[in-house]
């Protein structure tokens, strides 16, 4: 093994990207591969996890091998595995946990459990070499829009969640009421580009004054209503509304979002007196989210420092795991043999 370095192994599963990558002290990348699944679950809207599970299967030995392969490494550079157990779909999760407890077995190597949440905001700082705490930590995904006081990689106290629907979860339903292209995400954050972000006056629920809480269920469902009428007898789905109308509609969605977002981020700066605002997930790579952001950031005096995971590491994968991993080997935070996944985490 490598003397110098501390290779990690990584494995993701955690809903419909299989993913492994090998990751030297925690921050220096040797190779990331992720097989999308995206195309497979494209028409049916979302995530089937019986089907996510299945691709799982046949694809995480090409990826474990392919990400070896590319980091031009053999077991015995590795100094441990880690894999993300928890949270997601538990069908999905026990391919990957069941793949890095037979590596750890078989190659002697300890095992390191990742909750994937966690493993999100690592992808902000993986970059950074001067962290400057407290931060406040903001993942916005497909499944889970949340809010950690952090004071180290694996000091993280959540103080704010998703009561409804996650941001990431209200776009892909959303893009479907507009019948956009699945990931929701991606194809609203295009639409919007040439819609007016004012054009509807969507709700911002904002709950109690000092909440840290989310909540996207009404947003949605405003936008339901404004699509087909309060009665739901509308025909959009048919092609009745015009590219400008649907264009709007999602310009204004994607405001009231955001507007959502980096309100109820900036209460928990002022909350724990922040000096980093610390942003992960797939919703991440919203380029009005970041710009928003960086506007309420600049607002301080003096500012705060904003670090955004790069956009090719806010979807799911294994880098993030791996680099989370490496605090918890330095730490001796290890798992054992009897590592299970867990939908909630």
């Known amino acids: 093994m490598d003397n110098e370095q501390v290779n990690i192994l990584a494995i993701e599963t955690s809903c419909d990207e299989t993913a492994a990558a090998v990751v030297a002290d925690g921050a220096i990348v040797k190779s990331s591969v992720v097989a999308s699944q995206a195309k497979i679950h494209e028409k049916y809207g979302g995530v089937v996890p019986e089907i996510a599970s299945r691709a799982h299967i046949e ?15 053999t077991k015995d ?16 999760l026990i391919v990957g946990v069941t793949a890095a407890k037979t590596l750890s077995m078989v190659w002697d190597r300890p095992l390191i459990g990742i909750n ?11 970059a950074e070499q001067k962290l400057q705490l407290p931060a406040v930590a903001l993942i916005v995904s497909g499944g889970h829009t949340c809010l950690y006081d ?19 979860e209200a776009f892909d339903k959303v893009a479907t009421i507009l019948n956009l292209p699945y990931p929701g995400g991606p194809s609203i954050e295009k639409a919007a580009q040439a819609g007016n972000p ?23 469902t ?9 009665d739901m007898k509308g025909q959009l789905q048919t092609g009745s509304m015009s590219e400008q109308e649907i264009a709007d509609i999602a310009a204004s969605f994607q405001s009231a979002v955001i507007d959502v977002l980096v309100e109820k981020t900036q209460r928990a700066i002022d909350k724990i007196n ?35 995971a790069p956009k090719r590491y806010c979807t799911d994968n294994a880098v993030m795991v791996a680099s989370l991993a490496y605090y918890k080997y330095k730490a001796g935070l290890f798992a054992d043999l009897t590592l299970e996944p867990k939908a909630s985490g």
């Open 59 to 73: 694809n995480i030995y090409p990826v474990i091998t392919e990400a070896l392969d590319a980091a031009k490494v």
């Open 77 to 92: 550079d590795i100094a441990a595995i880690a894999v993300a157990n928890q949270p997601g779909l538990a069908i999905a």
């Open 116 to 126: 994937h949440l966690h493993a999100h905001l690592q992808s902000a700082m993986i």
């Open 150 to 168: 952090c004071r180290s990689p694996l000091e993280l106290k959540l103080i704010g969640r998703c009561i409804d629907d996650a941001a990431g």
């Open 198 to 220: 004012k054009a509807i006056n969507f709700p911002r629920t904002m709950l109690d004054a000092d909440s840290l809480d989310f909540s996207f269920s009404g947003l949605k």
């Open 222 to 230: 405003a936008v339901l209503y404004h699509c087909k009428g309060q």
């Open 274 to 308: 922040a000096k980093t605002v610390l942003v992960g997930g797939g919703v991440a790579a919203n380029s009005l989210l970041r710009t928003k952001l960086e506007k309420m950031c600049r607002s301080y005096t003096p500012a705060k420092t904003l670090l955004v």
